[in-house]
């Protein structure tokens, strides 16, 4: 079986590179030329635990190559996935320029019947208008070839990306006819050891259950955010009314951790797009108006506090961060509320010294330039730092040396966004510790 996967970010690489890794042939393509000569030379553009190996391995074997050349990637192709970009337009919907670009490319030049599987994150509706372009597309050139659309919305999470394509939960597919459903079965049989896995259903309700995924998550993350500040009013404390919440099965114990505030490429955009899908039809999605005005708000709890202790004018003062992705174990700065904190700081008048294990060069490039001194180590960020901030809980930050942070900062205060400090032991350390709803 031959695919084409459209789009070489953190989703069609991972699905491309996973593809081949079952025996199946994968032509990805992007229109970033340079994106496709840095990974023909084994270079990857993201960081993703475990997906350089994968990559180089199936380039090497032939089963997966990297072009620019859609029209001719998708010559024998069964199936052609778009997993491009659709990043949120002026009015917070989900602009769909570059996935009906790849659409309308698929229809000038396909020569065959084939599937095309929409894997980016769409607005319901968004099937119906990559067909009509396709169709438009096969109309002027006067073609009746047939094809068929499906939407295959991907739930791997960034930082375990590769483990989660290759085990999924679920799969969803939504599909219209039999054709597709049957080629979509065989594509997937390969990550079906452990049982089926695929939930088949119609394109409509495929493309709102990925949004519905995503908007579920945040509300958890938003409803144990407003928890904890309340806590923090009323002298509870949030870690463990989280414990204690989390042990009941109906709540689960998993995005109930209180923190800094979610970021990333798609909680912020997907929350906005489907408020605004909700909208053009009349309906005002309300819990996920809040949810999304809460998460603003979380983002600068940090540096209020910071202010607190310090006083609202930091000038000449020196903050070390620790973590700048919006996650552990990914260099995606996308959304990060690290931009949010560092803007803060120095619109007070202090300095950053930031480090993160992956992310520096992202953050340096894209997000906060030289708004920030980037270090060599945790430690070498804390010389003459007037106190910490932990912002990403990467795992190399949560055993630190505390003696020897004690001497390098400047004062013993550490304000921890995600609450992975003992409060009590920092305390016999000497330091002040501030958590999320502690
Ligand atoms: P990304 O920005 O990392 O990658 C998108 C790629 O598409 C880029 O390399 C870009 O050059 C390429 N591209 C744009 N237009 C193109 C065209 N016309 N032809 C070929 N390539 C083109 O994006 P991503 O994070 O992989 O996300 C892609 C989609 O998947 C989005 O809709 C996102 O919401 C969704 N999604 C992302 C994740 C995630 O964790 N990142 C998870 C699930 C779903």
Known sequence: MKITVVGTGYVGLVSGACFADVGIEVV????DQKKIDKLKNGIMPIYEPGLEEIVVRNYESGRLSFSTNLGEAIQDSEVAFIAVGTPPGEDGSADLKYVLAVADEIGKTMSDYIV??????????????????IQNALDKRKSDLPFAVASNPEFLKEGAAVEDFLKPDRIVIGV???RAEEIMRRLYKPFQL???RIIYMDIPSAEMTKYTANAMLATKISFMNDIANLCELVGADANMVRAGIGSDPRIGNKFIYPGVGYGGSCFPKDVKAIIRTAKTYGYDLRVLQSVEAVNEDQKHTLVKKVKKHFGDDLSGMTFAMWGLSFKPNTDDMREAPA???INELRAAGAKVKAYDPIAMEEAKEVYVGDKVTYCDDAYDACVDADALLLVTEWSEFRMPSWSALGKLLTNKVVFDGRNIYDRKYLKEMGFEHYGIGI
Do not use: H, R
Request: glycine share 6%; charged share 30%; aromatic share 0%.
């Open 28 to 31: 990805c393509v992007d229109i």
């Open 116 to 133: 095309v599987a929409t894997k980016s994150t769409v607005p319901v509706t968004t099937g119906c208008k990559v067909k009509e372009a």
């Open 176 to 178: 219209e006819e039999e």
């Open 194 to 196: 452990s049982g089926d």
């Open 339 to 341: 931009i949010v904190m």
